[in-house]
């Protein structure tokens, strides 16, 4: 299991999310261009001293990254009609989540082959990346017995 951020935009939250996979035992692919300096103090702040304990892969665009990882691919959007509750995680997925601004474009939902949502309280946008990248990795462990009790 694997979480994956396309150009992730905000490094606060790449820095929380690494810390997350930090934790729970899962690698980080981070598909560039990132809309930050990768050395930007931020993302070591939010990680705090977890930064050196996950394995962190930077990938030049997305070709290069599917090259690397062609794994079934579960895109986390508020836009897709699967709850995550009714989602069937494999053990070697990778979760990718878009950018904070942006989302994930077309190829990206196009490559995906399972969309799913995390269900939020009607009239509101969506959780925070960091917040969602925890829940849906944290339910795929759970679901594929990765999680260490």
């Not at 989302?103 to 917040?131: C, D, F, K, M, Y």
Request: proline share 7%; aromatic share 6%; hydrophobic share 45%.
């Amino acid at each position: 299991m694997r979480i994956a951020l396309f150009q992730p935009d905000i490094p606060g939250n790449v820095g929380a999310v690494l810390r997350t996979c930090a934790c729970l035992g899962a690698p980080l692919e981070l598909i560039e261009p990132l809309g930050f300096p990768w050395d930007d103090k931020r993302v070591r702040r939010s990680a705090m001293d977890y930064y050196d304990q996950v394995a962190i892969s930077r990938h030049q665009g997305w070709n290069a990254f599917r090259s690397a990882r062609p794994e079934r691919l579960v895109l986390m959007t508020a836009h897709a009609s699967v709850p995550i509750t009714r989602a069937r995680f494999e053990p070697d997925d990778i979760i990718i989540m878009g950018s904070e601004s942006a989302g994930a474009p077309p190829h990206v939902h196009q490559a995906a082959e399972l969309r799913i949502r995390i269900p939020i309280t009607a009239g509101l946008r969506s959780l925070n990346l960091s917040v969602a990248a925890g829940i849906a990795l944290h339910e795929a462990l759970r679901q594929t017995g990765g999680l260490t009790e």
